[in-house]
């Protein structure tokens, strides 16, 4: 039995739109990160996974510890529902959950909010001004990761922190040392530009020879700039964790003497993004079913709904990819549309109203925002539904 027929049979029951979860794949994807951690830790991105009962599941899997959260809303919630070690990898505005934070030492022990910058520090001291008595903040550095060359004129990775070479990192660490109400607690960089951009993209062999020479300098400079400045930063606290890397660089990051933790998310469901690279191949796990409720003509289906691109620079590398069957594209003219998607191909031809249109999504937890459930399917049997982050009432972003 293919996976359409596994899928169609598991969900025979369902009314599409709907969203699933192959949990064999997503133990098998599981087990392979875990064998590129080569036995340190693994922090989960809960941003790709927006299901706080897989979040469960996951974490209760060996060689998995601790989330890195997208809000701190979202890290306050968690922390509510028993979950610790929870680090919010993004610098928070949210001057009420702040002070919620603040104001709850025990849920103060448990979350680590990201800082890089004295603004950020001051902002905070502002937004719990008035909580007395206040709990200690644990904070996280976060450093800039990118590669440049040319004298800076070439860059290549996430604009994110304005921290980059081991004298800043100190003098911030310094900073947070003399400042009451502050812990430093770790430090991260987040690479980007190796762990988010697959080597192995499709077409263009110059611009892929491009990315792999870019990833390997990058990679030399940054081992020894993290470790570095890691060093920097040890001489003013001890620090509890160093993390790095994404779900592109788990074995790369890993070997990095600096490293405590690598971080990972996307690699649980490998989304059509994370098709394009040499290291490492996973089984497709998250995927979405849309109904088939036109036929224009013999080549040509309509499904409802599917324009649920992903998020990053605009371009057809952010739509859904029609997956199963195999052999439907996108009409040029419409792509991914917001209440109707039509779909062409010889595979159209075999779909009749009411037939399913199996989707894969470009990143992971995006998906989640479309759908109030995953429906969690082993072999061809559905053995459970689990609400998502939407279906739970929150949307943190």
């Not at 169609?8 to 875990?34: H, K």
């Not at 701190?72 to 002070?99: C, K, M, N, Q, S």
């Not at 199963?324 to 010889?346: C, F, K, N, S």
Request: glycine share 10%; hydrophobic share 45%; with cysteine.
């Amino acid at each position: 039995m293919d996976d359409r027929q596994r899928y169609d049979r598991a969900t025979a029951g369902l009314e599409a739109p709907f969203a699933i979860l192959d949990l064999a794949a997503m133990r098998a994807n599981a087990a392979d990160l875990v064998r590129r951690a080569a036995g340190k830790p693994i922090r989960v991105a809960s941003k790709s996974i927006r299901s706080r009962p897989l979040l469960e599941r996951v974490l209760a899997m060996d060689g998995f510890q601790g989330i890195m959260a997208f809000t701190l809303p979202e890290a306050l919630w968690l922390a509510g529902h028993g979950f610790t070690d929870i680090l919010v990898a993004y610098p928070t505005a949210d001057r009420h959950a702040l002070a919620t934070l603040a104001a709850d030492p025990d849920t103060a022990r448990r979350i680590t909010v990201t800082v890089d910058s004295a603004a950020h520090l001051d902002f905070i001291d502002a937004a719990v001004a008035h909580v007395h008595p206040r709990a200690e903040i644990r904070t996280c550095l976060d450093i800039d990761a990118a590669y440049l060359a040319l004298g800076g004129r070439f860059r290549a990775g996430a604009l994110r922190s304005p921290v980059r070479e081991p004298d800043q990192a100190a003098d911030l660490a310094a900073g947070i040392a003399k400042r009451p109400g502050f812990r430093l607690a770790g430090v991260m960089a987040y690479e980007s530009q190796i762990a988010g951009l697959g080597d192995d993209p499709p077409g263009n062999a110059a611009y892929t020879r491009l990315i792999r020479l870019m990833q390997a300098r990058s990679a030399r400079e940054l081992i020894l700039r993290r470790g570095r400045v890691v060093n920097a930063v040890r001489q003013y606290t001890d620090l509890e964790f160093v993390n790095g890397g994404g779900t592109g660089s788990v074995e790369r990051t890993v070997r990095e003497k600096a490293i405590t933790e690598v971080a990972a998310g996307s690699g649980l469901f490998h989304p059509r993004l994370f098709d394009f690279y040499r290291r490492f191949t996973g089984r497709p796990a998250a995927l979405f079913a849309l109904p088939v409720v036109r036929r224009p003509d013999m080549e040509t289906v309509t499904v409802l709904g599917g324009g649920y691109p992903a998020s990053g620079s605009a371009g057809p590398s952010r739509l859904p990819q029609p997956y199963l069957p195999a052999g439907l594209r996108y009409a040029p003219d419409e792509g991914a549309g917001e209440v109707q998607t039509p779909l062409i191909g010889q595979a159209a031809a075999e779909l009749r109203i009411g037939d399913r249109v199996w989707f894969r999504h470009a990143k992971a937890g995006e998906m989640c925002e479309r759908f109030d459930a995953l429906h969690l399917v082993d072999g061809d049997t559905l053995v459970e539904t689990v609400p998502t982050y939407r279906g739970e009432g929150q949307t943190f972003l």
